[in-house]
């Protein structure tokens, strides 16, 4: 087999692998026999408009991890890809392109628009799904859907339709988040909230009987729609006014003053006006108290008949014009700086504003129920366990859905209204199903017009789980794999989207959609900001992947955060993460290069063995707790401990100790050198085993590299039954056998050898340097001595000058390394010119003395009383420090002595 080469090439490795990975069909469950358990998740599907972020990366290291670990514990593992329509979003794309052509989505009409709109999604929507390939995304890319696809479409007006029949869906008139730029109501996910520089505006509420009560509001033109003015009913200020009228200024209109507990009675005047039609608290104040509703709005945000004199005008000029118009009348009392927190369109960026408007609804409460009991039951877990508080909270709070969107792109709303009566309409799964049920209900000769409005994005994504296996059709893939296993998301829409799963999953299936809900946080920058365009801190993931590799990304993802925390994103782990990755190739490398050290003539009969070393037993027992320890941080979402854990044993147990142990045990050569290469190979194939969930790619090339060349070299060290084609089909490992005492040993000798490390480093030893040492190890000693050559290589000793006993006496001029029932002396002579070394510590005591006596004067003189306390307290410090370092000198001089 040709040799390795001498560096790991991700940019030539991971579209190699990804191709030949899904050309095999290992990402299909089918690739494990059709008795297999199933092991599902749907993927968080990405808007079809989206450009890769380090979101999206994070969701796939997370699931991909989850999924590669299934499959290889012969899970039939399905990952069910998919993109959303992302019907705001999208719609904008193509009124944009609309608008450079010189016309609008209103002039080509609805047919050309949504042609265009599919036309622009066949175009660029498979841009995100392809970078998701990148990340080592296993999905089975045969099952992908789309929001908007055919199938899709059936469950979406099924959904209504059942809903519509239950009773749970009905249109209405309500306080919506408007979007004036849009001409669309916009979900709370779609809001943004930005803190920006406002007023409070104080004034006087003209009240019957020549009286005046003072009210503040950070919306004045929304004073023209007030209908109430509410005081706390124990706020003995205006007591004497419950139940008075007051005057909207103005216009004159007559309001009353009403007493509700929600007032604070300590925020502004502690008066406060009602306006139900601007304001979602005002508008639960009016209907418990039966207040007329009034909007002053058009929909374009300019002032409607309603607001009298100020009809026509933009909201923020009618805002001016009225304040001034009070002012005039002696009404307006004073304005103060404010900190506004603004609702601004996440597409559009205008504020967005509470307006009271006709739409469908989904009475959420009974579905909210199933969803609660779902988590307080058991039957679904939140891994991290503090969101249930969240989920509690907001579900027992939930309010009516808005499902209805003033838009062309997205579900149409399944109804028809009768010859475009609005009171009169059918509620169907197609139009020809409407036909139908109008026909029965109002007689042949009518004409139907459906509903021009769609359905909320997040209507569809709530049937995701099961939709994209085929319900309400009792398909193949529904019967095996619903419910699915794991759902993993950002905490951000636990509400809007992983509680709607729950609810519509346990409404229309009878059971819960997932077993477990696992939350990842946001990708922050390395010094813990928000990501964004503005701040100029974006991380672009593809190039991270251009320049580190994909493996280095996944790897710093998902060790660098723990469950439901965000994670500070650090260009310099990632490159850390690199070398991990190099640092894999080379041990293969170092191991696939000793096979030439061994002949056929070295394999032993069964039964001629070597027994294991004790460098042999420990690795074996380090890799059969860290299996362990790994499965268990697996199996609890642990991901980064487990990531941590495994590196460690790589790097630190196999690479820094077993691998330099087994260079000596390999130069002897034999049946001890077979027996040593077959511990290599064997524990090198089990640690890329556990890491393959973390990082696919090197892992895989590196052991199809260890395969073949051990598959050549006919060395009896493959067994027959571990002859898989790929990695990632490949076992998952099983805990071994443990060899404690042998193990505890070497755990002393690495105890010795580290701190023989630490005392050269200490006094600047050349590496290459070998020095005498004598160790007083009591019954440690017969265990040493078997262990000399080793202790000689690590250590760096003079083999010849060592010395190895149960006890010894102390020699003079020497470093002692106490490590409780065992000794290590130094002679320095061995390591430094002790004269030399006497004379450079004696020098840095005096400089330090002269720093200490420094500080100290400083500190006992008038500086101590006159600079501020945090100057004080660093030259405190600095004074400690060194009075720490004499202590170490004075150490090191006694050492000498």
Request: glycine residues 8%; hydrophobic residues 40%; charged residues 25%.
């Amino acid at each position: 087999m040709p040799e390795m080469p001498k560096t790991y090439d991700f940019s030539a490795t991971e579209e190699r692998l990804y191709r030949w990975w899904e050309e095999n069909g290992w990402f299909r469950p089918e690739a494990r026999p059709d008795n297999a358990e199933p092991f599902v998740i749907s993927i968080p599907p990405p808007n079809v408009t989206g450009e890769l972020h380090m979101g999206h990366a994070m969701f796939v290291a997370l699931e991909d991890l989850m999924i590669r670990r299934a499959r290889m514990q012969g899970y039939a593992a399905l990952w069910v890809p998919g993109t959303d329509h992302a019907g705001i979003a999208t719609q904008l794309q193509v009124e944009r392109q609309l608008r450079d052509e010189g016309t609008s989505r209103r002039e080509v009409g609805r047919e050309v628009f949504l042609r265009r709109t599919w036309a622009w999604k066949e175009k660029y929507g498979g841009y995100i799904t392809r970078q998701l390939r990148r990340l080592g995304a296993s999905c089975d890319w045969t099952r992908e859907r789309f929001t908007l696809d055919e199938g899709l479409n059936r469950a979406v007006n099924e959904a209504f339709v059942r809903l519509y029949r239950m009773g749970l869906i009905y249109r209405g008139e309500y306080l919506v988040n408007w979007s004036p730029g849009l001409q669309t109501a916009v979900s709370d996910l779609e809001v943004e909230y930005s803190e920006e520089a406002g007023y409070l505006y104080y004034f006087n509420y003209p009240v019957a009987g020549g009286d005046h009560i003072a009210v503040a509001t950070t919306r004045p033109e929304t004073i023209l729609g007030d209908t109430a003015i509410a005081v706390h009913p124990d706020d003995e200020r205006y007591h004497d006014l419950i139940g008075k009228s007051a005057f909207v200024p103005i216009l004159g209109r007559e309001i009353p003053i009403i007493a509700d507990e929600y007032v604070d009675m300590s925020f502004g005047t502690g008066a406060l006006k009602i306006t139900p039609g601007h304001d979602p608290n005002d508008f639960e104040i009016g209907r418990k108290h039966n207040l007329p509703i009034i909007n002053v709005m058009n929909r374009d945000a300019t002032m409607n008949g309603a607001a009298g004199p100020y009809a026509g005008l933009d909201r923020f000029e009618a805002r001016q014009r009225f304040w001034a118009d009070m002012e005039a009348q002696g009404l307006t009392l004073r304005q103060e700086p404010y900190t506004l927190n603004v609702p601004r369109s996440q597409r559009g960026g205008e504020v967005v504003e509470p307006l009271v408007s006709k739409q469908w609804f989904v009475s959420a409460e009974p579905m909210a129920q199933l969803a609660l009991e779902a988590v307080e039951s058991g039957r679904v877990r939140i891994v991290p366990e503090r969101f249930n508080k969240v989920w509690q909270n907001w579900l027992e709070n939930i309010r009516p859905w808005c499902i209805s969107r003033q838009l062309w792109w997205g579900h149409r709303i399944p109804v028809w209204y009768v010859d475009g009566n609005e009171g009169q309409f059918v509620v169907a799964h197609s139009e020809a199903d409407a036909h139908r049920l109008a026909h029965r209900h109002y007689g042949e000769d009518i004409q139907l017009v459906q509903d021009p409005d769609v359905l909320d994005t997040w209507f569809s994504s709530a049937l995701w789980p099961f939709s994209t296996l085929g319900w309400p059709e009792e398909t193949a893939d529904l019967r095996r794999f619903y419910p699915t296993d794991v759902m993993e998301t950002g905490y951000d829409i636990l509400f809007f989207w992983v509680a709607r799963m729950v609810m519509t999953g346990t409404l229309f299936t009878n059971d819960v959609p997932f077993h477990t809900i696992y939350l990842h946080g946001l990708v922050r920058d390395e010094h813990g900001r928000k990501m964004s365009k503005t701040a100029g801190n974006v991380v672009d993931p593809l190039e991270v992947i251009d320049a580190y590799g994909t493996d280095a990304l996944r790897f710093t993802l998902l060790t660098g955060g723990s469950p439901g925390n965000d994670l500070n994103l650090s260009l310099d782990k990632v490159g850390s993460n690199r070398n991990f990755a190099n640092k894999i190739w080379n041990l293969t490398r170092f191991i696939v290069k000793n096979l030439e050290q061994v002949r056929v003539t070295d394999v032993p009969a069964a039964s001629e063995r070597p027994e294991l070393t004790v460098a042999d037993s420990w690795i074996m027992t380090r890799l059969t707790m860290t299996i362990e320890s790994v499965d268990r941080l697996l199996d609890g979402y642990y991901f980064g401990e487990a990531g941590r854990q495994i590196y460690d044993f790589l790097w630190g147990d196999f690479a820094d100790w077993y691998v330099e142990i087994a260079k000596v045990q390999l130069d002897r050569g034999g049946p001890r050198a077979w027996q040593t290469l077959s511990i290599l190979y064997e524990v090198l194939d089990a640690g890329l085993r556990l890491l393959h969930p973390f990082i696919p790619f090197v892992t895989e090339e590196t052991w199809q590299q260890l395969q073949h060349a051990f598959g050549e070299a006919s060395l009896n060290i493959v067994p027959d039954s571990v002859r898989e084609p790929a990695l990632i089909v490949a076992q998952w490992p099983r805990p071994g056998k443990t060899y404690e005492g042998d193990a505890a040993n070497f755990e002393r000798l690495r105890e010795l050898v580290g701190h023989i490390r630490s005392t050269r480093a200490e006094y600047d030893v050349p590496a290459g340097k070998q020095v005498e040492a004598f160790i007083a190890a009591g019954a440690l000693a017969p265990f040493l001595e078997a262990q000399r050559d080793a202790l000689v290589f690590l250590a760096r000793l003079d083999g010849e000058r060592l010395t190895i006993a149960s006890d010894l006496p102390a020699p003079e001029q020497v470093v002692t390394i106490s490590l409780g029932d065992l000794t290590c002396y130094l002679p320095l002579a061995g390591m430094v010119d002790v004269d030399q070394e006497r004379q450079r510590l004696e020098g840095e005591t005096r400089e330090v003395d002269q720093q200490i006596a420094r500080l100290q004067d400083l500190l006992n003189g008038p500086f101590a009383q006159k600079a501020p306390a945090e100057i004080v307290a660093q030259e405190r410090k600095k004074l400690q420090r060194f009075e720490a370092q004499k202590s170490e000198l004075a150490a090191r001089l006694a050492d000498l002595r």
